[in-house]
């Protein structure tokens, strides 16, 4: 009941900002600015100030990123296994895999530092700005196949890609803020999550799935379920404890990317399968991840 209280107030921002977007009479181009705002502004500086301040000694640091990655590339592949269930064209199960394995990292920033503070926000954004880059080349790559666009012009000009490498360049060159400019990184992280937040509950979405429903349950299953099963499995293997074992579960159990969206959209593929598939795995998070971290605190 406790860690269900914890959660609370960051998915009553996500509600909130369903609310908003149905109620409020904004101007028609408020939502699209915040997303943008968060997207392009926000976030890389969130992603940025974490990994230039963050510890990344390799052996500490290593297993954690292995064992993210292990998860997302079982994800990847439960994903796959799922495409006879979903009776969609190539582009459109291509559009729908990247839910499979992408995370919100504005949900995993917020639940991170509600349960551990300052340290799990800097572990989770180092693990979240490590694996962007991955994410990004397996979803982008799948839809660029069957698409228009190019892999690596996508990657080229991914906010959250440039971030992470400029985040990671700076600190393993051993550079060192301003306090200016710190406070300055700073302030605007902690924008990105309330307004993060925000903007998820605003992208929610609801209607037809297309194709199969049982085959958009399987990537649900997929990505709250088996793939935090798979990192309760690897963060053993690696001999992952503490709060790192901690961070390396509770990022496979997050909900699919809003960016997963925005990219389908861009590539022309399937925005509103997509669409619903975050809406289902945000609001099932609610739950998925209050049962995950009350096994991590039993366990």
């Known amino acids: 009941m406790q860690s269900l209280l914890l959660l609370l107030p960051d998915f009553a921002l996500i509600l909130l900002g369903a609310i908003l977007h149905r109620r409020a009479r904004l101007p028609e181009g408020f939502w699209p600015g915040l997303e943008w705002l968060v ?17 990344l000694s390799l052996d500490r640091t290593l297993p954690l990123f ?8 079982a994800g990847f592949l439960l994903g796959l296994a ?69 892999i690596f012009r996508e990657l080229s000009r991914n906010p959250l890609v440039l971030a992470t490498l400029a985040g990671l360049s ?35 979405r609801w209607g037809s799935t297309g194709g199969r429903l049982t085959g958009s349950l399987w990537l649900v299953a997929v990505k709250l379920l088996l793939m935090p099963l798979v990192a309760w499995g690897l963060v053993s293997m690696f001999g992952l404890v503490g709060l790192h074992r ?25 925005g ?7 809406s289902a795995t945000t609001v099932a998070a609610m739950f998925s991840l209050w049962a995950w ?3 991590l605190q039993r366990y």
Do not use: E
């Open 82 to 150: 799922g495409r006879p269930l979903m009776g969609l064209s190539p582009l459109g199960f291509a559009s729908r895999l990247q839910c499979a394995f992408r995370f919100n990292t504005y949900i995993g920033i917020a639940v991170a530092g509600k349960l551990y503070g300052a340290d799990g926000i800097a572990a989770m954004g180092a693990l979240c700005g490590v694996m962007v880059p991955f994410a990004n080349l397996a979803a982008v790559g799948m839809l660029a196949r069957h698409g228009q666009a190019g």
């Open 293 to 295: 971290i009350a096994a």
């Open 39 to 55: 997207y392009f502004v926000l976030f890389p500086a969130l992603l940025f100030n974490a990994l230039a301040r963050v510890d």
């Open 170 to 204: 700076f600190n393993f060159l051993g550079g060192s803020l301003p306090a200016p400019m710190g406070q300055f990184l700073a302030r605007l992280a902690d924008a990105s999550v309330a307004l993060g937040l925000l903007a998820v509950g605003a992208a929610l």
């Open 272 to 278: 509103k399968g997509v669409a619903w598939l975050i």
């Open 246 to 270: 901690d961070i390396a579960i509770l990022f496979a159990a997050l909900p699919s990317a809003s960016s997963a969206y925005i990219l389908a959209m861009r590539m022309g593929g399937d």
């Open 66 to 73: 292995a064992v993210g990655l292990g998860s997302m590339l």
